[in-house]
């Protein structure tokens, strides 16, 4: 793979992050960019590769707007890779990946998470949306956004360095109404953070949940497990499920249940446990409210995950109310990936900062509904340090 440095316009860019990257047009030596691969129907997939002045490096492609890689430092200043993934285009597009659908590293949309029955009435009108879940829509359909081909931009500024990914989704597409005009942002920061902004906006109203679906390993992509992580969840209840993983709508309690992370937990500590809930979702498959009110920079604490064996830790904030925890349940080796080591049973998992699962046809949740006098907008925050 040849890198080369970029030195594209940002006129893109300048108008979603701060207009001062605009003055900072010349070579943008902390974004380089190489062709990944090749899709079926001919077009060109690109990798982006990003560091920041501390040495964190991080790998983007715009199909899918996938984190292909991330490497952060252990306690002894040692780089690893700690999310999961493939060397090439080629792993995201193989048969056994898309029989597996892991959703590894991918912008998920419309809907991140499950709508019931694959339907939602809005307006009167009743929509139908693949069911690619079971019974159930999973994650934007049979081609939600991880299975597109974004437009990127670089950009470069002062304390930061990224990517700004546009895709218009026309109305219709995958069943949803409206056309809808997303724009996501990652920035990568000289405070160590990795910074995703979501921006949507659409002809006709209709339901939009954004998410990341990174699979997280401290330890190193290619660890065979991350229960031995320690897990910190801020919140005080969690939305059970039935037995197809659709919330019943109820917000219950984590207090004496193995859903209790308000303080830092083993992962596999009670993820064994005699209870009907880990049966339904085979492990942890839940989403948890988020506890406290954002605060002035409109993000509140959501998780915090440390593997104490290489001193990594990784911190979420959002402005998002819930967050979606995936002990990796159903990877059962089939994949193998950038280390050549296959991800077996709980070899990662993934944090999904969201609103609810099935808002759409929950009146008790918060509501997912965007308009074209309102538009969607969602800020998440990781930041990454070590012990």
Excluded: C
């Excluded at 070579?27 to 079926?40: C, I």
């Excluded at 953070?193 to 979501?198: F, G, K, P």
């Excluded at 954004?210 to 497990?225: I, M, V």
């Amino acid at each position: 793979m040849t890198w080369k440095t970029i030195t594209a316009s940002l006129a893109m860019a300048a108008a979603v992050v701060p207009a001062a990257q605009a003055a900072n047009a010349s070579a943008m030596d902390r974004v380089e960019h190489a062709v990944f691969g090749t899709l079926p129907d001919g077009r060109t997939a690109d990798l982006y590769r990003i560091t920041n002045n501390n040495g964190l490096v991080m790998e983007v492609t715009n199909y899918g707007g996938i984190i292909v890689s991330l490497k952060t430092p252990d306690r002894d200043g040692e780089l690893g890779d700690i999310v999961l993934g493939f060397a090439d285009l080629d792993g995201y597009l193989s048969e056994a990946y898309r029989k597996a659908n892991p959703y590894f590293g991918a912008l998920i949309g419309r809907y991140g998470n499950r709508i019931a029955g694959g339907r939602f009435t809005l307006n009167g009108e009743t929509y139908d949306l693949a069911t690619n879940n079971g019974p159930n829509h999973l994650h934007g359909g049979d081609r939600g956004f991880n299975r597109v081909l974004w437009q990127a931009e670089p950009f470069q500024e002062s304390g930061q360095a990224g990517l700004v990914l546009s895709y218009t989704s026309a109305d219709g597409e995958e069943g949803y109404p409206g056309k809808l005009d997303v724009t996501v942002t990652y920035a990568l920061t000289d405070a160590n953070e990795l910074a995703i902004e979501y921006q949507a906006e659409t002809t006709e109203p209709t339901p939009v949940n954004l998410t990341q679906h990174s699979y997280f390993n401290l330890r190193g992509e290619g660890h065979e497990s991350i229960l031995d992580h320690q897990l910190q969840i801020h919140a005080d209840r969690f939305t059970p499920v039935d037995d197809t993983l659709i919330p019943t709508g109820e917000q219950r309690p984590v207090a004496g249940t193995p859903f209790d992370f308000r303080e830092p937990t083993a992962i596999g500590a009670r993820i064994n446990d005699d209870n009907t809930q880990l049966d339904y979702g085979q492990g942890y498959d839940h989403n948890f409210v988020l506890s406290g009110e954002p605060g002035e920079d409109g993000l509140r604490p959501a998780a915090r995950l440390e593997d104490r064996a290489s001193g990594r830790v990784v911190e979420i904030a959002t402005s998002e109310p819930g967050i979606q925890f995936y002990s990796g349940n159903f990877l059962d080796g089939s994949l193998t990936g950038k280390s050549g080591q296959p991800y077996v049973h709980r070899s990662g998992l993934a944090l999904e900062t969201q609103h609810f699962p099935d808002s759409p046809n929950q009146d008790g949740f918060p509501s997912t509904l965007v308009t074209p006098d309102e538009p969607y907008r969602s800020r998440t925050v990781y930041r990454f340090s070590n012990d």
